[in-house]
């Protein structure tokens, strides 16, 4: 099992910046990719960014150069920091660990809120 725990949402006003940080924890060992997902308010949950266990990066075009996704392996953490935020960037943003055997695990969810 893995358990996944996201910290840093918040409220900020358009064009800020936000960090967000989601640790894993458990049986790490198994996970290969990780990412970041939102859901707006009577929206889909959409794919923000991804990133493997070697490191390459996949993200929406939505967000593409404005957003970085990034791992830290010996830490089992990965981040996704947010610049240049905007009011359609609000959303519950959640953290995704697909593992070996086709697992997938989530965070909580964190909320993000972007005020115009």
């Known amino acids: 099992q893995v358990q996944l725990v996201e910290s840093g949402g918040g409220l900020v006003q358009a064009g800020g910046s936000l960090r967000l940080s989601c640790a894993a924890s458990g049986s790490t060992f198994i996970i290969n990719t990780m990412g970041w997902y939102r859901q707006a308010p009577g929206r889909q949950r959409e794919l923000v960014a991804t990133?493997?266990?070697?490191?390459?990066?996949n993200y929406a075009d939505s967000v593409k150069g404005r957003f970085t996704i990034s791992r830290d392996n010996a830490k089992n953490t990965v981040y996704l920091q947010m610049n240049s935020l905007k009011p359609e960037d609000t959303a519950v943003y959640s953290c995704n660990a697909e593992a070996f055997l086709n697992r997938v695990y989530w965070g909580q969810g964190t909320q993000v809120t972007v005020s115009s």
């Open positions: 990133i493997s266990r070697g490191g390459s990066t």
